[in-house]
């Protein structure tokens, strides 16, 4: 358990309404990534952060923004949803690797469902 | 890029019978490879990882996986299946050296069938 929370874990909103979805961390974390999940997709990137308002983008951004105003949050917003984003969504935090170098050891929150009509 | 492929969908296994999923990655470099579980209506769980070393990593729940440089494979394993590992499996591949992010197949559906 690396301590991570996902708020709402379920949402139902109708297409154009703006969302945002909120990852919290309790380990102080620098990197902290947001997913989507879709039957037959896997796992895909959405955004994800290095440190306090520093992100980047994954590989499905379009239609989604980001921001990190301190360590413990990540927050998601959808600006205007659309159907096409009804989705699971999971944030994840990873472990840094000081000897290695590397960050790659993720670990996930449990997930938030939406629903866009 | 890297990339991930699991070509098994779905697999269907008798309890107690032995179960390997399949997993091939692309990436140019020494990679960080893992293997992550998910049940229904849940997070996803590290189950292990191979960064370097023995090729054969143990995880928990009894799985292991096997790194195979040549074939570009991290197949995961395990001997005996219980009902309780029906899930769905994903593996994911990430930069060996530096910071970046994981790239995760498309998932393996785990039926276990009494």
């Known amino acids: 358990d690396a301590g991570i929370t996902q708020s709402p874990r379920h949402k139902v909103t109708e297409t154009g309404t703006p969302v945002t979805l909120r990852c919290h961390q309790t380990e102080n974390h620098r990197y902290m990534y947001w997913y989507r999940q879709d039957p037959g997709h896997g796992l895909r990137l959405i955004h994800y952060?290095?440190?306090?308002?520093?992100?980047d983008k994954g590989e499905v951004s379009d239609g989604y923004s980001v921001s990190r105003s301190k360590t413990e949050d990540f927050l998601l917003t959808l600006e205007s949803a659309t159907s096409s984003q009804t989705s699971v969504y999971f944030c994840a935090i990873a472990r840094v690797n000081g000897r290695a170098g590397t960050n790659n050891e993720q670990f996930f929150g449990p997930g938030t469902r939406l629903t866009v009509l | 890029a890297q990339s991930v492929t699991q070509p098994d969908i779905h697999i269907t296994v008798s309890e107690g019978a032995s179960l390997e999923l399949r997993c091939n990655y692309s990436y140019g470099a020494t990679p960080y490879l893992f293997w992550y579980v998910q049940s229904p209506g849940q997070g996803l769980q590290l189950l292990l990882k191979?960064?370097?070393?023995?090729?054969l990593v143990q995880g928990i729940k009894g799985f292991e996986a096997e790194f195979k440089r040549s074939q570009s494979s991290f197949n995961l394993r395990k001997p005996s299946v219980h009902w309780s590992d029906a899930a769905e499996y994903f593996c994911a591949v990430g930069a060996g050296s530096g910071y970046s992010t994981l790239t995760f197949g498309k998932g393996t559906m785990l039926l276990v069938s009494p």
């Open positions: 952060s290095y440190g306090v308002k520093d992100t």
């Open positions: 191979y960064f370097s070393g023995d090729t």
